[in-house]
């Protein structure tokens, strides 16, 4: 069953499940291949495109396993890479991957926190990843909220606390302004950030996309709501971490909304909190049978969304 299979964080379970993943994945894009003209930088595109999602798991079940986001079982990752199955092959450029790799390092860092551990590296990490990100798209600095929350839940807020990440982020944005200041092309740094930020909403434009993704929203509210109830009166680290998830789950929320036109890179950042969301809220079920009913409904949606909608 595949309750069973899950309840335990095994590296076996990473292996098929990553395996599993690229099968779908390369089914989905040879489907694609049948509807434009085939090329070998198509394929090879494809292929780059799943080795970064298996670096990508890796991030992720080390984030999870790490800072104990779950108890000592695989729903998380499994609700991730079926999530990341009907999500995944909407990436179609290099900047997506790089910018889902930095998003990664960003939460591994704010999680980490949990631990006084070279915390002031930590900081000044976590704002330099975010820096980056802004050089990429300026909205990405609502992430920046989440450094405080963090360093206010698990740590304290103190003048070093407060500081150092805000050295952090503006050191890569300080040095790309010097480069393009020195070659004489500061128009390009303006330019990054000038308002243009609408709200589109183009993600919802297809019914398919928009019953999906309620869905899975309603599903997220569920169990946030569940989970809350009990990990919340008890004061201990993961109070702390569930507070960070559902903050963290907020404000990629409204990144989503900000940034739908492009509705693959935004998407990707909100499976991640949804997916460890639903995840506890799925061990809140005490009988094997309901959990397995639970896991094939999600499996069996994923799956007629990514090959039949």
């Known amino acids: 069953m595949l309750a069973n ?5 095994k ?3 990473f292996i098929s499940l990553s395996v599993f993943f690229a099968i779908c994945f390369l089914a989905t894009s040879i489907i694609d291949f049948f509807k434009v003209e085939f090329s070998f930088s198509i394929l090879f595109n494809r292929i780059f495109v799943l080795l970064i999602f298996i670096i990508v798991f890796f991030i992720f079940n080390f984030i999870v396993s790490k800072n104990n ?13 079926l999530l990341c199955i009907c999500f995944a092959p909407l990436i179609n450029s290099y900047k997506e991957l790089i910018l889902i790799i930095i998003y990664l390092l960003f939460i591994r860092k704010i999680y980490s926190l949990q631990s006084s551990k070279s915390m002031i590296k930590k900081l000044f990490d976590s704002g330099f990843w975010i820096g980056i990100l802004c050089l990429f798209e300026p909205t990405y600095s609502l992430l920046f909220l989440l450094i405080y929350f963090s360093a206010y839940w698990y740590q304290k807020i103190t003048i070093h ?6 050295i952090g982020f503006f050191t890569p944005i300080f040095s790309y302004f010097s480069y393009l200041f020195w070659i004489g092309k500061e128009a390009v740094f303006y330019e990054i950030f000038t308002p243009k ?8 434009s297809d019914e398919n996309d928009l019953i999906f993704m309620v869905i899975l929203l309603i599903l ?6 569940s989970k809350s109830s009990k ?5 201990n680290t993961f109070k702390k971490s569930w507070s960070l998830l559902l903050v963290h789950l907020t404000i990629v929320f409204l990144l989503f909304l900000l940034q739908n036109d492009a509705k693959s890179t935004e998407t990707i950042y909100l499976l991640f909190p949804i997916s460890l969301v639903i995840a506890n809220g799925i061990e809140l079920i005490r009988k094997n049978i309901f959990i397995n009913i639970a896991l094939y409904l999600f499996f069996i949606g994923c799956l007629f969304y990514s090959f039949y909608l």
């Open 197 to 204: 930020t609408t709200f589109k909403f183009s993600f919802f």
């Open 5 to 9: 299979f899950l309840n335990k964080s």
């Open 69 to 81: 986001l779950t108890f000592d079982n695989s729903y998380g990752f499994f609700l991730f890479s």
């Open 220 to 225: 997220t509210f569920f169990a946030s709501i």
């Open 231 to 235: 990990a919340l009166i008890i004061n």
């Open 161 to 166: 606390t407060f500081l150092t990440p805000i």
């Open 11 to 13: 590296p076996i379970n």
